[in-house]
């Protein structure tokens, strides 16, 4: 507790540095002020913040940004300096989904309203909404894509990452959705993450020579997949889910016959707005969804080109 008092701290004094000794909208004579805090820094969860923000701003409301850090411990001292700045309610994205109950139990006490993006805590029934990507669509576009380039199958492996509620899903898609020509020969947690997803890929690739594709659960692992597979110069297919940027810069560089064949894309930015307009709804006293989906799509070689100008959708 000591620990997570000191991490309060300290985040409540850059906070303060960073954006001026405001206090929250109510104490300013009106309005309101929202947390928004992600798992780890990336351009997806700016793209969110772009569309929550899209809609603050129109109000004339705040948003206080806290990054989680990987670590359920520092997340759990930005949750602690939300309540301390007395938020009218939270955009919360969890380090880890099973982590996530003391927090939950903070903002409840404290009466704060939260919606939980993109990843879903392990127990929904303690947040006021969802809002996310439809992840199974992900799995199930990328396995449909993956039948089409192999139509003889194989042995494929799967970027997995541990109580990821997202990746679950996907994954579940996937595999639902994949023929008895595929099976897995590999399925490994590739953390997430380029760095991790790289050294995955690497045991992957020396332990079973003979796969054919790799699915990574998100775009940042299947980078790491992709310098692997490159390195090694495989003729192993990459797909993943995000629709990010580096996926779509790989997609439109090597075109039909590349490596990275194709990314299930959100839109991170509608996920951001819906965040926002179910918050003010919940505020208002107005009735909402409980959940909401946005669905996804195949960004491929085929067109690439009408999203690669922009970071996301």
Not at 56 to 67: P, Q, Y
Request: charged letters at 25%; one cysteine or more; proline letters at 3%.
């Amino acid at each position: 507790m000591r620990y997570r008092k000191l991490v309060s701290t300290f985040l409540a004094a850059s906070l303060l540095t960073s954006m001026g000794a405001c206090s929250t909208g109510k104490a300013d004579g009106g309005g309101y002020t929202f947390g928004f805090t992600e798992w780890a820094a990336g351009s997806f969860f700016d793209a969110v913040y772009e569309g929550v923000t899209s809609v603050t701003d129109k109000a004339g409301d705040k948003v206080i940004r806290v990054e989680g850090q990987t670590d359920s411990n520092i997340q759990l001292g930005v949750i602690e300096d939300f309540i301390s700045r007395n938020v009218d309610a939270v955009f919360y994205n969890p380090v880890d989904a099973e982590a996530a109950g003391p927090a939950l139990k903070m903002l409840k006490e404290a009466g704060i309203p939260v919606i939980n993006f993109d990843l879903a805590v392990a127990d929904t029934s303690q947040v006021d909404a969802f809002v996310a990507t439809d992840h199974y669509s992900a799995g199930k576009i990328a396995a449909e894509h993956m039948m089409e380039d192999y139509l003889d199958g194989g042995k494929i492996a799967i970027l997995d990452r541990t109580n990821d509620n997202a990746a679950e899903q996907r994954i579940q898609g996937l595999l639902d959705t994949l023929n008895d020509k595929f099976t897995v020969a590999s399925r490994l947690d590739g953390g997430g993450k380029p760095e991790t997803g790289l050294a995955a890929t690497e045991d992957i690739l020396q332990a079973n020579p003979d796969v054919i594709a790799i699915y990574g659960i998100n775009d940042e692992c299947a980078q790491g997949a992709y310098s692997a597979v490159t390195a090694a110069g495989k003729d192993v297919g990459i797909y993943s889910a995000n629709g990010g940027p580096e996926a779509k810069a790989a997609i439109k560089k090597e075109g039909p016959n590349g490596v990275w064949k194709m990314t299930a894309a959100q839109s991170p930015i509608t996920v951001g707005k819906k965040s926002a307009e179910v918050a003010y709804k919940i505020l208002k006293g107005e009735q909402y969804d409980k959940e909401t989906l946005v669905p996804t799509f195949v960004i491929d070689a085929k067109n690439v080109d009408e999203y690669a100008d922009a970071d996301w959708q």
